[in-house]
């Protein structure tokens, strides 16, 4: 069975810090490119952040540059999302997906809010 477990949200205020994490099961996880995308009350869910296979290639979006770190582990089946500098508008709730040709699997999310 296919499993994607997301942790690591809360509340924070602006300007701090949280690590995400998204734990896989049932399947070969490093087989798969894995993102962290992200859904805001009212928005369409929206990419955060990609790191290929072998985690050689990431790519992030615009709006999270040099503030927020993709990385996994293999070993573990485990990937990462390290968010610094938070924002409110980084308020959402985030997402793990694990993609490869013809499959695509989700975890069930994990809320960041990001209030003072």
């Known amino acids: 069975q296919v499993q994607l477990v997301e942790s690591g949200g809360g509340l924070v205020q602006p300007g701090g810090s949280l690590r995400l994490s998204c734990t896989a099961s049932g399947f070969t996880f490093s087989s798969y490119d894995m993102s962290w995308y992200r859904q805001a009350p009212g928005k369409q869910r929206e990419l955060v952040a990609t790191?290929?296979?072998?985690?050689?290639?990431?790519n992030y979006a615009d709006s999270v540059k040099g503030r927020f770190t993709i990385s996994r582990d293999n070993a573990k089946n485990t990937v990462y999302l390290q968010m610094d500098s938070l924002k409110p508008e980084d308020t959402a709730r985030y997402y793990c997906?694990?993609?490869?040709?013809?499959?695509?699997?989700w975890g069930q999310g994990t809320q960041v809010t990001v209030s003072s």
């Open positions: 790191i290929s296979r072998t985690g050689v290639s990431i």
């Open positions: 997906n694990a993609a490869r040709q013809f499959n695509s699997y």
